[in-house]
């Protein structure tokens, strides 16, 4: 079966750093790209980024340009979305999704279940 | 980045029924156009892709129309099971942006 799973609910203060993870499988990692996708609370989709895991190209929204860092580690078949310095404005839903295309880019097919983070002090 | 705009915000449907949603882009994205349904709770999911094409599972009430800039997802005959949160997306030009929304509901 083909699917995303995400790590577990986050609670952090602001200022601190934030990795959350996806991970893979019943598929080829390498060959599919993966992206990031937040909904803050009550909200709609912002598309953030994407990642190639086989060669870790990477594409942001300008939105999201230099606020996030989305990684890949192919070993573990794991994508990752990062960011530091945390406000309270992050508080929200991030979905890993992946695109249906191989190697190409399309609509998201599969989707990780949500990781809820929360920001507060 | 292209703007995508979906129309109305709302929808008021009664069961067994028509639903047609709208969505529009401020620039030409050919047929590089999805749409998902998103449950209160649970992750979206992919309804159509290319414009036109279901994906794996969704029902044949389904279906979606449009290239270029306008385009329509109709449901035909609501079940229950679909009063949701619809969106759509483009993935013709970075980034991949998604319309705010609508949200059908029962009537």
């Known amino acids: 079966e083909v699917q995303l799973v995400q790590s577990g609910a986050e609670v952090k203060k602001p200022g601190e750093s934030l990795k959350i993870s996806c991970k893979a499988s019943?598929?080829?990692?390498?060959?599919?790209?993966i992206g990031w996708v937040r909904q803050m609370p009550g909200k709609g989709l912002e598309w953030m980024g994407v990642?190639?895991?086989?060669?870790?190209?990477?594409r942001y929204s300008p939105s999201f340009q230099g606020q996030v860092t989305i990684s890949a580690d192919k070993s573990i078949s794991t994508a990752y979305l990062q960011r530091s310095s945390l406000k309270a404005s992050d508080t929200a839903m991030y979905y890993c999704?992946?695109?249906?295309?191989?190697?190409?880019?399309?609509?998201?097919?599969?989707w990780g279940q949500g990781t809820m983070v929360t920001v507060s002090s | 980045e292209i703007v995508m705009t979906q129309s109305p915000a709302t929808l008021s449907v009664s069961p067994g029924e028509r639903a047609t949603l709208s969505c529009r882009a401020s620039?030409?994205?050919?047929?590089?156009l999805a749409w998902y349904q998103q449950k209160p709770g649970q992750a979206p999911r992919l309804l159509i892709y290319?414009?036109?094409t279901r994906a794996t599972g969704i029902p044949a009430r389904f279906s979606g129309s449009g290239s270029g800039t306008e385009f329509t997802l109709a449901i035909s005959s609501l079940q229950s099971e679909d009063f949701a949160v619809y969106y759509c997306?483009?993935?013709?030009?970075?980034?991949?942006?998604f319309g705010q929304g609508t949200k059908l509901e029962i009537k």
């Open positions: 290319g414009a036109s």
């Open positions: 999704a992946r695109h249906r295309l191989v190697g190409a880019f399309g609509a998201f097919d599969i």
């Open positions: 620039q030409s994205v050919s047929s590089d």
């Open positions: 019943g598929y080829s990692f390498t060959t599919y790209w």
């Open positions: 990642i190639y895991p086989g060669d870790s190209d990477t």
């Open positions: 997306q483009q993935y013709d030009d970075w980034p991949h942006t």
